[in-house]
């Protein structure tokens, strides 16, 4: 009923950037996707998921994670139910998969547990 995907992964050199896009569908999740919470967070192999940002309904306040301050920006589009994660001056430590996450929550929350629905991530490797 419910589905998020990710898209705009792949394979980028140290330096660049890409976009990440989350979009939604499902009814009952449209109905309140205004009123959610929305984030981004990654996991790379042997650790566990970690908050990278997020932003808070009506987008008037975004979150984000110390490594990635002032590389990355959080946004969305209600209109369309899809948020981004815009990624610049991309580092090999920010090699991971990373998950669109959304839920009725407090935006500043780095708990996965506050957030109810999750992407199936996509892969974004920075070669050196």
């Known amino acids: 009923q419910v589905q998020l995907v990710e898209s705009g992964g792949g394979l980028v050199q140290v330096g660049g950037s890409l976009r990440l896009s989350c979009t939604a569908s499902?009814?009952?999740?449209?109905?309140?996707?205004?009123?959610?919470?929305l984030a981004w967070f990654r996991q790379a192999p042997g650790n566990e998921r970690e908050f990278v940002a997020s932003?808070?309904?009506?987008?008037?306040?975004?979150y984000y994670a110390d490594s990635v301050k002032g590389r990355f920006t959080i946004s969305r589009d209600d209109a369309d139910n899809k948020w981004y994660l815009q990624m610049n001056n991309l580092k090999s430590e920010d090699t991971a998969v990373y998950y669109c996450?959304?839920?009725?929550?407090?935006?500043?929350?780095?708990?996965?547990?506050?957030?109810?629905?999750w992407g199936q991530g996509t892969q974004v490797t920075v070669s050196s």
């Open positions: 996450a959304a839920g009725p929550g407090p935006a500043h929350s780095t708990l996965v547990r506050h957030y109810s629905y």
């Open positions: 932003i808070s309904r009506g987008g008037g306040a975004t």
């Open positions: 499902g009814r009952a999740f449209i109905r309140a996707f205004r009123t959610y919470a």
